[in-house]
Structure formats: C-alpha cells, structure tokens
T-cell receptor, first 117, second 113 residues
Framework: GAVVSQHPSWVICKSGTSVKIECRSL??????MFWYRQFPKQSLMLMAT?????????EQGVEKDKFLINHASLTLSTLTVTSAHPEDSSFYIC?????????????FGNGTRLTVT | SQQGEEDPQALSIQEGENATMNCSYKTSINNLQWYRQNSGRGLVHLIL?????REKHSGRLRVTLDTSKKSSSLLITASRAADTASYFCATGVPTGTASKLTFGTGTRLQVTL
C-alpha cells in the first residue's frame, strides 16, 4: 500500500514552454502533498506544500508564479513549471503522507527529470 | 536553515561490513526519519524515530537519536551490494495535516563485493 505515482518520469522541453507534472496517491487520500527539487548529487529542497482545496504554501525563494501548484482532489497534485528555462532543469519529486499523524512517514513518487533545452 | 548535515558525505565499504552514517540538525523536532534513494529514483522510507525515543531497530537497521546533541546515526549491519544508494536523514515539524520534512545533505554509500 501507500503508493505515490508521479508522471512523467522524464520530460524534455524547449525554453519558454510550460510543463505539467502530476503526483497521485494511488491507494490513499492525501490532504497534503509536498514538492521537492533536487540537483545532481545534492539533497532535496522543499519547494512548496500543496494543500487540497486551498492555495499552496511556497518556501522562501520559490517563485509561486513560475511553479504553479494545484491540488484539486485528495489524490492529485500538479506542479506546472511555466515558461521553463534551462536553469529549471532538475529532478522534481513529490511526496504525500498517509494518515493524519505528524509521525507518519512520507511516501515519495519516483521523480520527474526535467530537461529544458 | 534547518537543513541537517550528514557525514560522511561518501562511504565505501565491502559487503558484509557495517556502515554507519551520522546526521546533525539545528532545531527542535517532532521526529527524525531516514530515507534511501537509488540513483535517479524517488525516496524510500526506512525508519522513523520520535523525539522521545532514543533507539530503534528494523531488520539490519539501527537508528539512534540524541536530542540533546541534535544528532542521529544510522547503522546498517552486514551490508550487501544492494544497499548501495544515497541515504538521507530528515527532520519533521508539523504543518497542516502532515509533517514538513527538511532533508540532510545525504551520505552516498557504495558497497562492493
């Protein structure tokens, strides 16, 4: 149980275009999902907290107009990278928590590798 | 920044040996978690230790937590080649209905035959 599916697993796009990444909790409902970004051989940096039915909470330094997050249902959150540029190339990972306890582990998607040419 | 630091950054051992990774963090926490990441993949949860716990075991994994020193360690006993991966500690603080995790810098473990 507790599977998080992330799609696509990789995407190549041209500079200036937008890319949408989906994160789905397959067998549980997730009121809260998290979006992370990871550069090669580095740690995960939290970008934003996605809340079902309300606006996402962005971390300091993350442009909310560039990284649009929508959490329209209890099983789906989407991250749209708008007007992508080469510096947006990175590995994006989503996660969701099963259960409502603050001591529950997060379940991660397999990530999306974005390459902007 | 609450981001934790892990050491060593990289560790290379032979199969059968034990691997120990350390994590330090900066602020008060609800819990500390360890995750594993294979190259180019998502993270897999290994073990969670609450702030009021000092030690926890799961199979070949042993985790300790010292809140007075703001540090934790992960011990993998009798390592296998399949344990080769990056290991991250993460500290959790409550936000909304879930814990917001801040990840450490990670330890890249290489287990050779």
């Amino acid at each position: 149980g507790a599977v998080v599916s992330q799609h696509p697993s990789w995407v190549i796009c041209k500079s200036g275009t937008s890319v949408k990444i989906e994160c789905r909790s397959l067998d549980f409902q997730a009121t809260t999902m998290f979006w992370y970004r990871q550069f090669p051989k580095q740690s995960l940096m939290l970008m934003a907290t996605s809340n079902e039915g309300s606006k996402a909470t962005y971390e300091q330094g993350v442009e909310k107009d560039k990284f649009l997050i929508n959490h329209a249902s209890l099983t789906l959150s989407t991250l749209t990278v708008t007007s992508a540029h080469p510096e947006d190339s990175s590995f994006y990972i989503c996660s969701a928590e099963q259960g409502s306890s603050y001591n529950s582990p997060l379940h991660f998607g397999n990530g999306t590798r974005l390459t902007v040419t | 920044s609450q981001q934790g630091e892990e050491d060593p950054q990289a560790l290379s051992i032979q199969e059968g040996e034990n691997a120990t990774m350390n994590c330090s963090y900066k602020t008060s926490i609800n819990n500390l978690q360890w995750y594993r990441q294979n190259s180019g993949r998502g993270l897999v949860h290994l073990i969670l230790i609450r702030s009021n716990e000092r030690e926890k075991h799961s199979g070949r994994l042993r985790v300790t937590l010292d809140t007075s020193k703001k540090s934790s360690s992960l011990l993998i006993t009798a390592s296998r080649a399949a344990d080769t991966a990056s290991y991250f500690c993460a500290t959790g603080v409550p936000t909304g209905t879930a814990s917001k995790l801040t990840f450490g810098t990670g330890t890249r473990l290489q287990v050779t035959l």
